[in-house]
């Protein structure tokens, strides 16, 4: 299904509405235009490797940038920007992805992840999202690549310096120019960024002295 241009807004970074067909939505409101929901349901693959030690690292900050951060699902064209229209995260990306890193973590043989502010943690770990997003880097027509872009920074917790920094970056081709298939493409994208940089901060969190 092709996505067809609704709304341009005028400035740099220009934003065109796109339109895909969404089957099954049910709306308390018959005269409003019905809006479906989605969230990411792909959870990280399993830690790589033997487990670590047990180590504690703390939870900062996950930094997001502005146009993507929100219940909107971003897609980008060339030099344009924009969201399908009528489709909505069921909360902001940002607290979608934080919830997705979270489960990652959660998983047997993975650092423990302290809350904000808790004692003992060996390091720090910063996440800043770079790019989040569907491309459509072959054409209006064809089928988007989701693609999330996510800089890891850990820093020791003894002496603040820095411990290792990592650049992931995924593509997930979705299987059709549909939304639920874009979701889809979203959970794996997510899915996959979450577990590497999981597995990344075990294997550098090892190396650093209690």
Known sequence: MTPSPLIRRAGPAALLAIGLSLSGCVSLFPAAKP?????????????????PAAVTIGKGP????????????????????????????????????????????????????????????R????????????????????????QIAVNAVLIRGADQSLAGEKLFVVREPADDNRVGAIVAAYSRAVAQAAGQVRDWTAATASGIKP
């Open 123 to 146: 390091a720090s770990l910063r996440l800043q999202v770079r790019r989040f997003e569907a491309d459509y880097d072959h054409g209006p027509q064809a089928a988007p690549t989701v």
């Open 35 to 51: 809006v479906q929901l989605y969230r990411f349901g792909e959870a990280a693959p399993a830690v790589a490797g033997p487990p």
């Open 62 to 121: 996950i930094v997001f940038p502005s146009d993507a951060g929100g219940d909107r699902l971003l897609t980008v064209s060339g030099d344009q920007a924009a969201f399908i229209a009528d489709a909505r995260w069921i909360e902001p990306a940002s607290l979608l992805f934080d919830e997705a890193v979270t489960a990652a973590f959660d998983q047997p043989g993975s650092p423990r992840l302290a809350i904000q502010g808790e004692s003992g943690a």
